[in-house]
């Protein structure tokens, strides 16, 4: 079936939809990319990438080849034979799903579909939006799930930054409403990924994506909670970590951070959340986790107020080094960084900020421009924190002209200079 499949429309071109649109692209396929941002837009048709893990050459390659269509014009859906929903799904205030941008493209398939397509949802999400939201909308068309159309669900599983992993090298999950539709989305999947592990429903499958982020967002927060109580009792909690990877089963090392971030970890658990409620039922870890990832940046914010020695912040100059949700990626979504520099500006302090991958940021209307460090430092910062592990930091710079640095991610590790240097959970360097 796959054979004669060969034009693929992705319908949101951000951090899941544009790798998934160069790969589809590199094994051959024509693709539509379907967006609404026309800056996006306009830097793709430019042959430019936003994302830092997608050379600008990819995009060249696939715009020259006239494999890769990037555009706002949702009539073009009619023209694929394969459409794949990538677009954000992100929390309310409440911290309920915002289905927003999901209904908005379901209601653009469903306006354009023809007999035969294949539609795979690829957004994170509850178990049972496909079969319970857009199996019904996309049925308004006139046209059956199953019989004249097949759908399906495969979560995402890109983790930027990575780049040991390429995305065709990671096992795809996929599924379908029927057997006849999983058998479809699989054909086109196999295609382009090495491992495809077809699995019963379409609930099942969005349980899979909530699983595998709940696990880490659990464990993130529990090794934070654990790196608080070393704190208080004078533990070094990097070395204990690493004592305990010494057993070769039974455990799995997580690090301490400011807080969990991205568009996955912080935000899926609480999907499922929201939909054990409706079953009668919740998850205390989540809950708990919840707790204490919200609590991180406030636990650094005081271990800092207590090693400057005044009380208070206020007037205090402090540079912030990283503020992307984690390590060598352009990313803040989400970021604890970006919370941790509210809490700082809460407290008075005179924020800076650097990050190599980030020119400027806006926190509470301020607008920041990134740091510019300078060959005589010394004086200009009362603190720094390291609050994310980019690789290309100027970390030396950084401990011999800044005379207290707060090591929120072990980065100084075997490293000295004129600055005193405290760890998250690990006390005096």
């Not at 042959?47 to 006239?66: C, F, N, T, W």
Request: aromatic content about 8%.
């Amino acid at each position: 079936m796959s054979s004669t499949r060969k034009t693929v429309a992705v319908i949101g071109l951000g951090y899941v939809g544009l790798p998934l649109a160069m790969a589809f692209a590199q094994y051959g396929y024509t693709i539509i990319g379907i967006d609404l941002d026309d800056r996006k837009l306009q830097a793709l048709n430019e042959g430019r990438s936003y994302i830092k893990d997608i050379p600008d050459s990819l995009v060249k390659s696939a715009l020259e080849s006239h494999r890769f269509s990037p555009t706002k014009d949702r009539r073009r859906l009619q023209e694929a034979d394969v459409i794949i929903i990538c677009v954000p799904t992100p929390l309310t205030e409440d911290n309920e799903p915002d289905m927003t941008y999901l209904l908005q493209a379901a209601a653009d398939v469903r306006d354009h579909l023809r007999q035969d397509q294949i539609i795979v949802l690829e957004s994170s999400t509850y178990p049972g939006t496909t079969r319970e939201v857009l199996k019904p909308m996309l049925e308004q068309s006139g046209l059956i799930v199953g019989t004249d159309i097949y759908l399906g669900y495969s979560p995402e599983r890109v983790d930027p930054g990575n780049r040991s992993y390429p995305l065709e090298v990671i096992p795809k999950v996929i599924s379908g409403i029927t057997e006849k539709c999983a058998g479809a989305v699989e054909d086109v999947y196999k295609t382009v990924f090495r491992t495809v592990v077809r699995i019963s429903s379409t609930d099942a499958a969005e349980m899979t994506k909530l699983l595998e982020n709940a696990y880490r967002f659990i464990n993130i927060s529990f090794i934070n909670e654990i790196a608080q109580l070393c704190t208080r009792m004078g533990i070094d909690v990097w070395e204990v970590i690493e004592a305990a990877r010494s057993k070769p089963f039974g455990f799995s090392a997580f690090y301490p951070s400011p807080g969990v971030g991205g568009h996955c970890i912080p935000v899926d658990p609480l999907y499922l959340q929201w939909r054990s409620k409706q079953f009668g039922a919740s998850s205390s870890f989540i809950a708990i986790a919840q707790e204490v990832n919200h609590r991180m940046p406030a636990f650094v914010v005081e271990g800092i107020k207590e090693a400057i020695s005044r009380g208070s912040l206020s007037g205090v100059k402090i540079l912030v080094v990283g503020v992307t949700f984690k390590a060598n990626i352009d990313d803040i979504r989400e970021s604890s960084s970006i919370e941790l520099i509210k809490r700082l500006q809460q407290e008075g302090a005179l924020i800076s900020y650097y990050d190599p991958y980030v020119p400027e940021i806006t926190v509470q209307g301020e607008k920041l421009a990134c740091y510019r460090f300078s060959e005589n430092e010394e004086g200009l910062n009362d603190c720094a924190i390291i609050a994310v592990d980019h690789d290309d930091l100027p970390l030396q710079r950084i401990i011999d002209q800044v005379p207290l640095v707060y090591d929120a991610r072990n980065t100084l590790k075997g490293m000295s200079g004129k600055a005193k240097i405290i760890r998250l959970g690990g006390g005096t360097i």
